[in-house]
């Protein structure tokens, strides 16, 4: 399958992706996710980023189109794909509809999790992610690691993003209303939107969303 997930910062996009993507056997592909690692790693890519990562804004299309497409190809995505965080606006949507032509295949899915503004704030404020892996995420309240500052499942340790303080979360909220949200309905208009809850369990909300696809895939 390939998947498109979208949904405000916060509303568990990486949570979800890691638990689907073990589900349905396909990677789970998240730029947030490979500019990080640019970033850690002092590549030039990583350079050209961070400036905008730390504003809350998006890094320039000619940057993430780039290196999307070059995860995309690699062999593990052959038959499939879980995006989390790409596309992010309608010229990137267009240029992944270009890159899906050019390889004769099309989108199962758009998963569109919904979230209210309130809790997306609750939930960012507090979200403390694990340096070994951006799916190991807690809360400082909702969701506490059992030994503060530690990973309960790897042991690594635990950070605050630093596009996680609340003046950056209220430029990313802007920048998903803005620029983001468009892409719903470019995609509604090609039938692909599904949308779910992000609220409750994050097993609940995974199940939800097993539901939505397998429903979506047989309709
Ligand atoms: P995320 O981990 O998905 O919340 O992404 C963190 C940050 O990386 C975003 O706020 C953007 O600055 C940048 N980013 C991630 N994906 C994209 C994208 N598709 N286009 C532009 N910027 C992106």
Partial sequence: MRIVLVGPPGAGKGTQAAYLAENLSIPHISTGDLFRANISQGTDLGKQARAYMDAGQL???EVTIGMAKDRMAQPDAVNGFLLDGFPRNVGQAEALDVMLKDEGVKLDAVLDLEVPED????????????????AHVFHATYNKPKTEGVCDTCGGELYQRDDDSEETVRTRLEVYHTQTEPIIDYYRAQGLV?????????????????AALKQSDEG
Avoid: H, Q, W, Y
Wanted: net charge positive; proline share 3%.
């Fill in 59 to 61: 890094v320039p299309d």
């Fill in 194 to 210: 599904v949308t779910i809850s992000a609220l409750g369990k994050v097993t609940e909300v995974t199940a939800r969303a097993m």
């Fill in 119 to 134: 809790e997306v704030v609750k939930r960012i404020a507090g979200r403390r992610i694990c340096r070994n892996d951006s």
